[in-house]
């Protein structure tokens, strides 16, 4: 089966098809609080999700780390506006800091196409 | 392919199915000790793993966080009782503050159905 | 469809195959410095990927975990001279510790076969 492979640095890809499933990287964003952050994450994810041709519908599973566990109901409160309700993926959230002490959240998601 | 979802809440779901693969989402449980913990832990990989129809001989890779890396020898032994000696999965181990405090293990497993 | 298990102990494989794709176990490598260990942490991925006929080009998602995120630029110095700058992985890098205090890095990957 080929692999196709979309947003390529030298370093890594932002996504990676193969047999009917896309792994995303880590996606992480920008802004002062927990709620913008996960907000531009989650867009992110969104993004690339669409580039490879599925939703967030289709996510199998996501991993999240953030940074704080007193964040998780912050950042809880803008997943559950996002996920699909009727479509939730399997899901582990845990405490973990990240590349750069400005990011607060990152999540890495595996989907069907 | 389909995704089949059950355990699910408005935030996650207990296990996606899709392609003869199931995700389950992080695993906790209950219990004072480390080791009743794990038990309860693995005790509910066991059970999303039978509602899917297969079973922990046909787990393909497995995530393991402890909130300290003290505990590892205590959720070894608990580990190394309950998984298939003859087909134990890819694994990896690493140290993470969960949920809320009172969680000291948390697994999320991928299997073949 | 089947499921072939190499590098197997009692408590875990180092490379489980299923459905196309390996799983391999969190790899560790011994070295005193960030860059002696991921080269050895590496070196095992190219390992355990030639077994079952695959090969760093075909990683598909690769997680990361480093001790201390002051090493960040150290053990990316390292992945990317090694990374295939025309199929690089999905990945995700985050800090935890690790089962023994020795360990700086691990990396766990999906691959295609």
């Known amino acids: 089966m080929s692999i196709n492979r979309m947003g390529k640095s030298a370093r890594m890809s932002q996504a990676v098809v193969h047999g009917g499933v896309v792994y995303l990287a880590g996606q992480v964003g920008k802004g002062d609080s927990v709620t913008a952050q996960t907000r531009e994450v989650l867009a992110n994810v969104d993004k690339w999700l669409?580039?490879?041709g599925t939703s967030k519908s289709n996510i199998l599973s996501a991993?999240?780390?953030?940074?704080?566990?007193?964040d998780f109901a912050e950042m809880n409160a803008v997943?559950?506006?996002?996920v699909d309700p009727a479509n939730p993926p399997a899901r582990a959230c845990t405490e973990a800091a990240l590349a750069t002490p400005e990011y607060k959240v990152e999540v890495m998601v595996t989907a069907a196409i």
């Open 50 to 52: 669409a580039e490879v």
């Open 63 to 70: 991993t999240v780390w953030i940074t704080d566990m007193a």
């Open 79 to 82: 997943w559950d506006a996002w």
